[in-house]
């Protein structure tokens, strides 16, 4: 959903801006602090789960755009 949101956010079809993706980042960090799966209630391990569902949900998108345009 995070690559899905930054995707739209203009200009359109393009990666977003660095403080757009860390502002996401940091909304998924603290959703991985407050009920992730293995980032429960530890900063370190949230910040970690967070880069990489953001990497993941960013590069899911991509693929996405490209392969269906």
Same mark, same amino acid.
């Given at each position: 959903?995070?690559?899905?949101?930054?995707?739209?956010?203009?200009? #359109? %079809?393009?990666?977003?801006?660095?403080?757009?993706?860390v502002?996401?980042?940091? +909304? *998924?960090? &603290?959703?991985?602090?407050?009920d992730?799966? #293995? %980032?429960?209630?530890?900063?370190?391990?949230?910040?970690?789960?967070?880069?990489? +569902? *953001?990497? &993941?949900?960013?590069?899911?998108?991509?693929?996405?755009?490209?392969a269906?345009?």
């Amino acid at each position: 959903m995070a690559g899905v949101g930054l995707f739209v956010i203009p200009p #359109f %079809g393009q990666m977003p801006s660095v403080y757009q993706a860390v502002f996401a980042w940091l +909304l *998924l960090a &603290f959703w991985s602090y407050s009920d992730g799966w #293995f %980032g429960k209630f530890n900063a370190a391990l949230a910040l970690l789960e967070g880069a990489v +569902l *953001l990497r &993941f949900s960013m590069e899911l998108v991509y693929f996405s755009v490209e392969a269906f345009g």
